[in-house]
């Protein structure tokens, strides 16, 4: 089992900045992709980010690329999504995920991920 614990939501105006944080306990932290979903009020839960277990690789969904950065710290557990340029349309719960990568398709679906964290709420003022 992995136990994941999201902080770092608020409220911010558009155009500033939050940092996300994600830190894991249980199993070994290093062996599992990080993502990072969103779901906004009445929609699916969507891909945001996803960093491979050494960090080398990432991925964005296309409205947040330029803008966010996910990366991971090993040492300490943790994964963190930066925000900057927040937009109205980006207020929503963010969740962090692990998971192990199966197959050599990108790490974009929910399916992928085996443990959750319980979200985070982003609200971002117009």
């Known amino acids: 089992q992995v136990q994941l614990v999201e902080s770092g939501g608020g409220l911010v105006q558009a155009g500033g900045s939050l940092r996300l944080s994600c830190t894991a306990s249980?199993?070994?932290?290093?062996?599992?992709?990080m993502g990072w979903f969103r779901q906004a009020p009445g929609k699916e839960r969507e891909f945001v980010a996803t960093?491979?277990?050494?960090?080398?690789?990432?991925d964005y969904t296309y409205s947040v690329r330029g803008r966010f950065t996910i990366s991971r710290d090993n040492a300490k557990n943790t994964v963190f999504l930066q925000m900057n340029s927040l937009k109205a349309e980006d207020t929503a719960v963010y969740y962090c995920?692990?998971?192990?990568?199966?197959?050599?398709?990108?790490?974009?679906?929910?399916?992928?991920?085996?443990?959750w964290g319980q979200g985070t709420q982003v609200t971002v003022s117009s």
């Open positions: 249980g199993r070994t932290f290093s062996n599992y992709y």
């Open positions: 995920a692990a998971g192990v990568r199966k197959t050599t398709a990108t790490m974009s679906s929910r399916d992928q991920y085996d443990y």
């Open positions: 960093i491979s277990w050494s960090g080398f690789t990432t």
